[in-house]
């Protein structure tokens, strides 16, 4: 039974390299599995052994194929726990840790449609505007989507989107207009949205950051996607761009990947929130 799997998602992601040119090699079996039941069904190919046939035939639905595995689902405040312990405990932290004029630097890799990178400016801008020390806030966020990156610039959301959103962040961040809501201009001119492949081998950070050390990564719900040596890799490469004091966020789904590399540990189990270890 297995080998069945393997066999029609290795043929799928023959076909798809072979005959429509696109790799999709680096996905998780599993995750590939799954689309792939859903778009037979969708398509009426009759059994899940004669998709990669129609998918070799068909160029239209390679593209359905590949645009199923891009999900850009986000929330606001997504993972409350995760958030509640940043607002109280690390952020906080982070803060008292900075010197007067000091910067906090985010990154929020993967991040969709904007929704965690002004989840985290929120808090922040609540957090250093309220208190008594001057800290500047510069939070980054990357993807490889320009459709969701051109939504995360324009910060317009309709009202079932920010239902996380607390009545007082959506009075003091947003605009209401008839069923949508526009983030604030000074909370969007925090965030530095731009294209960045976390696969990319050849750099270790978002080159508008110039340089990581990011006090706080988020590598949230995306992970799962990947096959295990590609997760490796991401996360080599964001817990290289972290400060030594920096944190890093995954889904909480996300947690068992993140528990299997031994330079990190979990800070606040069971939110899926983790430190480099001091040796
Ligand atoms: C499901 S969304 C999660 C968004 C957000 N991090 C969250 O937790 O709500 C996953 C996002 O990761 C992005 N992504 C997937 N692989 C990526 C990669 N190799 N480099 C950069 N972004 C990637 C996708 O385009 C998508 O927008």
Redesign the pocket.
Known sequence: MVGEKNTEVNEIIRVMNQIHGIDISMYDESFLLKSLRKRWIATGVKTAAAYPRYLEENSTEAAGFYNSL??????FF?NPLTFALLEQWILPKLISQKAVGGEIRVW??????G??AYSIAMLLDKLTTSGAKPIRVRIFA????QS?LALARDGVYDKNTVQNVRLKELHNYFTAKGDTYTIASRLRERVNFST????DQSSANPPESIYGDFDIV?????LF??KPDIRHS?LQKVQHSMSGMGYLVT?EAERAFVEKIDRLQLVAPPAAIFQIKKM
Not at 70 to 75: A, G, K, P, T
Not at 108 to 113: D, R
């Open positions: 891009n999900i850009n689902y986000s929330e997504r929020s890799a993967g991040c969709s449609s929704q965690e990357t993807d490889t989507s969701a960045y492949d976390l696969l988020f590598c949230s719900n995306l996607y990947y991401i889904g």
